[in-house]
């Protein structure tokens, strides 16, 4: 139990980790990325400041020959690409490497490649756009706008998210590490209260039988040395089925501690289903003939499990013989198998009075009963089904529940076999 919780627990630190590690990433990406855009924003302004002094407002419009004749003779390499639009947005003139050739702002695509004085497009990439408008006297004459690749704006972002999903394995790997440490430090006041609290019921049971031993020696006793004329015999009944209940329930209870206790041995032994199912059919029987009820079973297939033989003999006269507490007088109760290559599956199916689909999720717990009144009248005590689900999960196996009120039941278990 506590190597579980320990691991559940563990498992989900690293989850929430991870959740919060890409979460919070996001954030920052999206941060950042803001950030450089404003940055970029920023230098476009200036780049359009610093231009806009040298363009000549002509006939045909603005331009920007003279400007771009001087930085061809000076040898500049232009990053940027700058383009003149007139009143009515038709492009002008171009500079630079080729842009996106329609005035707009934000984040545009390269048109490809041009005629311009460097007619290399901007590498067909994401470009950043900013333009402005330009006067003549209180005229507008028409437009100027610049233009940068983002390319590297685009390849820090993607280095980052690169770096961060490199990291995760390793990151999530310390945390998990961690994530133990901490689970294990914070499970074990949890562990050695549920230790004591096993051991009280496994002692606490065990003491019950002796006082129970006293009882039925007495009642014995009293059985042989009064005739009915001096004491009733349903007073001695009465207390001989009283002290047999307490012995019923305080042995549940020291197989069901034994059971969730982790230093119970785990299960090694190889068991032939037919030496464990046949003397369970052949009680359960027994249990079926004062109620009438046709306890039927399929052939038992020659299949050997591993597990333990007390354990899984318990497990499978609990159900067989909750089907038959639970099935009114002429009713069916059938045992099936079903065997695959790793697993058998062993059905105890009857045609009882079913299970409301509410109890489903609550009828393995202790002392749970769907019907108190019943239960109560056919001497349940709610341990049963608590006791199947704990070797189950001993036995590293698996139950389904299938019931629908007035039709019946069905319990499913998977146990892995050997051959």
């Known amino acids: 139990m506590k190597r579980d919780l320990r691991r559940r627990l563990t498992i989900e630190f690293v989850m929430l980790f991870v959740l919060l590690y890409f979460a919070g990433g996001a954030v920052a990406m999206f941060m950042f990325a803001t950030q450089l855009d404003r940055s970029i924003d920023s230098e476009l302004q200036g780049l359009a400041a610093e231009v806009m002094p040298a363009v000549d407002n002509t006939q045909a419009g603005p331009s920007l020959k003279r400007w771009g004749a001087r930085a061809q003779l000076r040898h500049e390499e232009m990053p940027f690409s700058i383009q003149l639009f007139n009143s009515q947005r038709q492009l002008l003139e171009e500079f630079g490497p080729v842009g996106h050739r329609v005035l707009s702002s934000g984040f545009v695509h390269a048109d490809g490649d041009g005629d311009g004085p460097n007619p290399a497009s901007l590498d067909d990439a994401n470009l950043r756009s900013y333009f402005v408008e330009i006067h003549d006297d209180t005229k507008l004459s028409g437009y100027l706008q610049v233009q940068v690749s983002v390319r590297q704006r685009d390849d820090a972002l993607k280095q980052i998210v690169l770096t961060m999903v490199s990291l995760s394995p390793f990151l999530a790997l310390a945390v998990a590490i961690c994530g133990s440490w901490f689970a294990g430090k914070a499970v074990k006041p949890v562990e050695e209260t549920m230790e004591l609290l096993r051991q009280f019921v496994a002692d606490a049971a065990h003491e019950i039988n002796t006082p129970i031993t006293v009882i039925e020696a007495s009642v014995q006793t009293l059985e042989a040395t009064f005739d009915d004329t001096q004491v009733d015999g349903n007073v001695l009944a009465i207390i001989n089925r009283a002290s ?9 209870l020291v197989v069901l501690s034994r059971m969730e206790s982790p230093d119970y041995p785990p299960p090694i032994d190889h068991i032939e289903l037919e030496s464990l199912a046949a003397p369970v059919l052949a009680e359960c029987e ?14 038992i297939p020659q299949v050997t499990v591993l597990g333990n033989s007390e354990s899984l003999e318990r497990m499978l006269l609990n159900l067989i013989a909750n089907a038959i507490r639970y099935t009114d007088e002429g009713g069916v109760v059938e045992v099936k198998y079903q065997v695959t290559t790793d697993w058998l599956t062993i059905s105890v199916e009857d045609s009882g009075i079913g299970i409301p689909a509410e109890s489903l999720p609550h009828i393995f717990q202790r002392f749970y009963r769907v019907d108190k009144s019943r239960s109560r009248n056919i001497g349940g005590f709610g341990l049963g089904l608590a006791i199947v689900k704990a070797v189950v999960d001993r036995h590293s196996g698996e139950i389904k529940v299938r019931s629908e009120v007035g039709k019946g039941s069905c319990f499913s278990v998977t146990l892995k076999r050997v051959n």
């Not at 047999?244 to 549940?252: E, I, V, W, Y």
């Not at 027994?286 to 052939?299: F, G, R, V, Y």
């Open 244 to 252: 047999g209940r307490m012995k019923a329930l305080g042995q549940s």
């Open 286 to 299: 027994q249990l079926a003939i004062p109620k009438d009820i046709k306890l039927s079973s399929q052939a």
